[in-house]
C-alpha cells in the first residue's frame, strides 16, 4: 500500500507542485497589493458598487467586512482557487481507478496480493495529502504577504487556517464524488467530464440559489454553499456545520468508493 | 500429465453476462496441478473472461472457479500471493523504466530489491540493463511483452496465468518462453496458457481446451481434439473428374474449375490411391487449422470431452 502511494504521489508531483506553488504565490500577491489598491476603504467602496452577482460569487452580499483577515478570506472564494484545488483533484481521483482500468494498467499491479480497496485507498491518500498540501501553501502565502508588506499583525493566522480548512472541505468533498464516480467507471476522461459537470452545476446552483430567490432552497445541495471563508473570518458561526457537511461528503463518497471499486468487475 | 491429479484451477459452470451479451454459458475446466494446460479460442470466443474469472477481476453470475483450492473471488487476495498473471492487454503506467517498474510490481508483493529470478529471465527473454533503464513508454511490443513476463514470473509463481503470452513474440523468443513454461512446470509450476494459435498450444501444453461462443467444445489432448477431425486438401486437376469424386472419407468443399478443395477424415493412403487414378497438377494437404478445428465441434453442436490422448 505505501508502494502504491508513494509511486502515485511521484507521478503527481509536478500538478501537485505546479497548484501549490501557484496558489502560494496568488495569495502572496493578493495581500502584497492590498494597499497599491488603496486599502480596506477602497475595497469597501468598491464592493458596495458591485452588482449582486459580483458580490454572490464571493459570498459577500453583506459587504466583505472591516479587517484584512476578512478581505484575504474572501479571495479564498475567487475562482481560481477553486479551479486550481479542483484541477488537482480531478487529476487524481480520475486516475485513481477508472483511467488505470481503461488503459489496461491497473491489470498487473492488481495482480498482486493486495485487497483492491488497498490500492485505492493509496491513491485517496494522495489525493488527501495533496488537499492539505494545497491549502497549507494558499495560507503560507497569505502570512508570507503579510510578513512582506509590514502587515503580519493585521492578519489572523488562526482565523485563515480555519478559512482554508473550509477550503479543504470544498475539495475532500469534490474529491470523494471524483473518486467515487472513478471507483465505478472504465472511462477516465468520462470520469473527469462528468465529474466536472456535476461540479459545474453545484457552483452554479450555489450561485443562482444566493442571487435568486426560488432556487435559494437547492443551494444546499451544492458542496459550494458550505463554502464560506469570509464568514468563518467575520463570525465563524456556519464552520463547523460547513466543514462536518463537506467532510461527511467527502468521507462518504471515499468509503462508497472502496465498497464499490472492491466489487466490480475489471473488464477492460 | 505431471500432476498426480490435484486440481489446480476448476471452473465449474460459470455463467457471465454483460448487459446483453452473455460471455460466458457454463463454462467447466479444470486443471491439475504441474500441468501446462492450454486454453484456445478465436478472439470474443470467452478466453479473457474466463481468466479473469480465475484471478479475480470478474465475479461469475452462476458457477464456481477455484484457484489452489481457494475461492477465485472470494480469496483473491490468498491466491494472487502465490499467481503470476500475464494480462491480455501489456499496459504500463507512464513515467517508468523498465527496473522501475519491475520493482514496483515486487514491492506490491512485499518484496524488495532485485530478485536472482529477475535477472535469469531477462537474459533469457533478452532485456538487457540498458533496455530496463529506459522509459516503458519507448518500448516496442514485443519488448513491453517480454517485461509483462517477467514481472509475472520472476517471483516463482505456484500458478502462472498468462492471456496470449506468445504475441508479439519472435520465434525465437517464443521457443526461449516455452522452454521456461517448461521448466517451471518441471518446478512443480501449474500453468494455464490461452492462444488463438494453435501451432504455440500444441508444442507446448499437455492438454487443452476449446471455447467457443462462451462455451467449451472440447478439451483433451491436442492429438484427442484431432481425433476424426477433418484436415484440408487443396487439389490441381489438369483435368478434372467428369463424375465428381466418390472416395470414402473425402467430401468435396468447393469447387473452382480445375482448383478443388476437399475435406479429408478417412485413411490418407487410401484416399491418395485413389486420387492417383486422375491427372493431377498440383496438391497441397494441410495441417488442420485450429479454425477448421472449431469447425469441426461447431457442426457437432456443442461441447465433446475427450480422454487424454
Not at chain 1, 470523494?176 to 472511462?187: E, N, P, T
Not at chain 1, 446552483?205 to 442571487?211: R, S
Not at chain 1, 463518497?253 to 475489471?266: E, H, M, P, S, T
Not at chain 2, 501449474?190 to 461462443?213: G, W, Y
Request: glycine letters at 12%; aromatic letters at 8%; a negative charge.
Amino acid at each position: 500500500m505505501l508502494s502504491v502511494f508513494t509511486y502515485t504521489l511521484r507521478s503527481h508531483r509536478i500538478g501537485l507542485l505546479a497548484v501549490s506553488v501557484g496558489l502560494f504565490v496568488m495569495s502572496l500577491i493578493i495581500v502584497y497589493t492590498f494597499d497599491a489598491f488603496g486599502g480596506l476603504e477602497a475595497f469597501a467602496d468598491l464592493f458596495e458598487s458591485l452588482p449582486a452577482p459580483m458580490t454572490a460569487m464571493f459570498r459577500a452580499q453583506g459587504g466583505f467586512g472591516t479587517s484584512l483577515t476578512s478581505y484575504i478570506a474572501l479571495d479564498y472564494r475567487h475562482p481560481v482557487y477553486i479551479i486550481a484545488g479542483l484541477a488537482f483533484v480531478l487529476s487524481v481521483s480520475g486516475g485513481a481507478a477508472a483511467r488505470e482500468i481503461e488503459r489496461g494498467t491497473a491489470l498487473m499491479l492488481l495482480a498482486s496480493p493486495m485487497a483492491r480497496w488497498r490500492y485505492l485507498a493509496a491513491k485517496i491518500g494522495v489525493l488527501v495529502v495533496g488537499a492539505v498540501v494545497i491549502v497549507t501553501m494558499s495560507w503560507l502565502g497569505s502570512l508570507a504577504g503579510a510578513s512582506l508588506t509590514g502587515l503580519a499583525g493585521d492578519v489572523e493566522g488562526g482565523t485563515l487556517m480555519l478559512a482554508q480548512l473550509n477550503e479543504l472541505g470544498v475539495l475532500l468533498a469534490a474529491g470523494g464524488i471524483a473518486v467515487l464516480l472513478s471507483a465505478v467507471s472504465s472511462d477516465g476522461g468520462r470520469t473527469v467530464s462528468v465529474t466536472a459537470g456535476i461540479l459545474t452545476v453545484m457552483y452554479f446552483l450555489d450561485f443562482v440559489g444566493a442571487i435568486w430567490g426560488p432556487a435559494e432552497p437547492l443551494a444546499p445541495l451544492s458542496i459550494f454553499y458550505y463554502f464560506d471563508p469570509l464568514a468563518v473570518a467575520t463570525n465563524g458561526t456556519t464552520l463547523l456545520r460547513d466543514v462536518v457537511v463537506l467532510f461527511g461528503v467527502g468521507l462518504a463518497g471515499f468509503v462508497a468508493a472502496l465498497v464499490l471499486f472492491q466489487r466490480r468487475d475489471i473488464t477492460r | 500429465m505431471s500432476g498426480d491429479g490435484v486440481q489446480a484451477l476448476t471452473v465449474s459452470g460459470v455463467h457471465k453476462r454483460f448487459g446483453n451479451v452473455e460471455a460466458l454459458r457454463g463454462v467447466d475446466l479444470s486443471v491439475e496441478q504441474g500441468e501446462i494446460f492450454g486454453f484456445l479460442g478465436p478472439n470474443g470466443a470467452g478466453k479473457t473472461t474466463t481468466i479473469r474469472v480465475l484471478t479475480g477481476f470478474i465475479r461469475a453470475d452462476q458457477g464456481a472457479a477455484r484457484v489452489l483450492g481457494m475461492e477465485a473471488w472470494g480469496e483473491t487476495v490468498a491466491i494472487k500471493a502465490r499467481l503470476g498473471f500475464l494480462p491480455d492487454v501489456v499496459a504500463f503506467a507512464s513515467g517508468f523504466t523498465g527496473q522501475d517498474f519491475l520493482n514496483y510490481v515486487a514491492s506490491l508483493r512485499g518484496i524488495r530489491g532485485r530478485l536472482p529470478r529477475q535477472a535469469e529471465l531477462l537474459e533469457r527473454l533478452e532485456l538487457p540493463d540498458s533496455a530496463l533503464r529506459r522509459k516503458v513508454k519507448g518500448y516496442s511490443s514485443g519488448m513491453a511483452k517480454k517485461l509483462a513476463l517477467v514481472q509475472a514470473m520472476q517471483h516463482d509463481p505456484d500458478v502462472l496465468i498468462m492471456d496470449e503470452p506468445t504475441e508479439a513474440l519472435d520465434p525465437l523468443m517464443r521457443q526461449e518462453l516455452f522452454a521456461i513454461i517448461r521448466e517451471a512446470r518441471d518446478r512443480g509450476a501449474t500453468v494455464f496458457m490461452s492462444s488463438h494459435v494453435l501451432s504455440d498450444v500444441e508444442e507446448v501444453c499437455e492438454r487443452v481446451a476449446l471455447i467457443r461462443d462462451g462455451r467449451i467444445v472440447g478439451t483433451g489432448s491436442v492429438e484427442a481434439l484431432r481425433e476424426g477431425k477433418a484436415r484440408t486438401m487443396e487439389v490441381e486437376f489438369r483435368v478434372p473428374p467428369t463424375g465428381g469424386l466418390s472416395i470414402p472419407g473425402v467430401e468435396v468443399l468447393s469447387q473452382e474449375d480445375t482448383r478443388w478443395e476437399l475435406a479429408i477424415s478417412g485413411d490418407i493412403n487410401e484416399v491418395l490411391r485413389e486420387l492417383a487414378k486422375h491427372d493431377i497438377a498440383d496438391m497441397t494437404y494441410e495441417r488442420l487449422s485450429l479454425e477448421n478445428l472449431f469447425m469441426g465441434f461447431y457442426g457437432e453442436g456443442g461441447g465433446k470431452e475427450l480422454a487424454d490422448a
